[in-house]
């Protein structure tokens, strides 16, 4: 169990009268020792570590690499405590080839085969040192100065942490009290994972206005559903929306060039990956169609407007065959033509990248994209598993929209189907 305290330091001069403390309140405090460090938060698509309240890290020192899982604090207090695992190697290794170890089973239970991605980084400048009394070891006294980066944005701040090494927490709430009232420090209730997430979810909202989409009218009115209560709502195949996501993002990133949208969008095809399927259990026939309209009801939360409104069609047009005469017809429907024409033309890409990415998990037996070959005219997509052939197969007919959309084909083939 990890014990803390966290202060925010707005003054860089009060930062500095803190680094050459070597007493405070009746205790000692040794040299500080200076490192720099860089931790990185990684996630399922589905942030099935988030929903099941944890976070997990990746911290790299020099000749020492950490995994971490950390439970989520939710009080409000200065002091926070949180359920610890950690396992540590001598440099990094891929999650996958973890030894076995309580993070490797945590990872199991929560994220099965589940593929992990970063959220975003953080960059540490830490001053350590031990605050002590006669008795031994109180607690450890970190002063950071820390950058959050993720996807090129950043956020920098100060803060001082305080956590209990073998001191009573009778003698922390004496320390917190003195960065209070001596050193007139703001108690930081947020980690630097929450400060994270935050920044995070600044990205999504700055993505409405990177985008260039007239704002819309919506007549229908809509009650946003967070992911986590619409997947437990309507049952969705986690496992299932969780591969069809990273099969999706990597087919967003590795065929950039062709389809052209803008990074912007990557979170749009993540979440409109995992909730494809939202219809499935209510009408197993027209699930296309019922998703749909559940998306219309109960965008995620976690997108915002008007983006989620994308989200109703590339759902809808997942399932069945395309061709032209279908895509005409869809500019028939007043919800779709209500969007602006930008909007639409980026839907209907998205919507083929998501169909070929259903495909891809056709069989249900984890195949997994070990390459994508762009070349000039084609792209190369090669697969591997059990059921690889069969995937191969299931995402070459699904690619009949992204035909009708790029000059440049898709070839898919199973890992044992080597060809120029």
Sequence with gaps: MEIEAKFLVQDREVFGRLAGLTSIASFGIGSFSESVFTDTYLDTPDMAIYYAGYSFRCREKPGKVTYTFKSLDSTCSPVSRREEIETSFPEKRAVEELEDSKVKKMLSRIAGSGRLFPLFEVDHKRKTSMITASSGEIAEISLDDVTITCEGSRRSYLEVELELRGGTEEELDLLVSVMREDFGLTPGSSSKFDNGMDLLQENIRADVAGSDYKVISVKKESKPLALKEMFEEYDVERAHARKVAENALELFDSLAPVHGLGPHLRTVMRIAALVHDV?????????????????????????????????????????????????????????????????????????????IADGLDYSRMNSRI??????????????????????????DTKCDMWRLLFKTDLQFRPAMQEQD
């Design 279 to 355: 219809g499935f259990t209510t009408d197993m026939k027209d699930h296309h169609k019922e998703g749909r309209d559940i998306l219309m009801a109960h965008p995620p939360a976690e997108l915002p407007f008007p983006l989620h409104m994308m989200l109703p069609w590339t759902t809808f047009l997942h399932k069945k065959s395309i061709d032209g005469a279908k895509l005409e017809k869809l500019q028939t429907k007043k919800e779709f033509a209500a969007m602006p024409a930008q909007m639409q033309h980026d839907t209907l890409k998205m919507a083929a990248i998501l169909r």
């Design 370 to 395: 070990t390459a994508i070959d762009l070349q000039q005219d084609r792209a190369v997509i090669k697969l591997q598993g059990p059921g690889a052939r069969t995937d191969a197969d299931r995402a």
